[in-house]
């Protein structure tokens, strides 16, 4: 299981990085760029579909999902210097938080 969840941490940076690049694509212009996005998006849900079969689902995608947001969002501040609001700030704390509770205080397990 310990296994499962290392694998969910490559899944989630390999999507954090495919997203990153995406703002490079630039339409079709850069198609070594489009293909790295698309290879990174693969390899992200290829890892998250292997670890559906050992992780419980609601645990899982919470800490797929909202780690990858704040990934994205912080990737977003140092590499393109976009800075979120108060707004932003507050609901991604939202969602980590639910995220936490989720995978510490939920009985949910696999089937």
């Known amino acids: 299981m310990k296994f499962g969840w290392i694998l ?8 954090v990085v495919a997203s990153v690049l995406a703002k490079q694509v630039d339409g079709l212009q850069r ?41 994205v969002a912080v990737s977003a ?3 393109y210097h976009q800075m979120p609001d108060l707004p932003a700030i507050i609901g991604m704390s939202l969602i980590v938080l639910g995220a936490v509770v989720l995978s510490t205080m939920s009985k949910m397990q696999v089937h």
């Open 31 to 71: 198609p070594f760029m489009l293909l790295s996005v698309l290879g990174g998006y693969l390899v992200a849900i290829l890892l998250f579909m292997h670890c559906m079969k050992v992780l419980p689902m609601g645990p899982a995608f919470a800490i797929w999902a909202g780690g990858g947001m704040v990934l």
């Open 8 to 15: 969910l941490m490559i899944s989630m940076l390999a999507d």
């Open 77 to 79: 501040i140092v590499f």
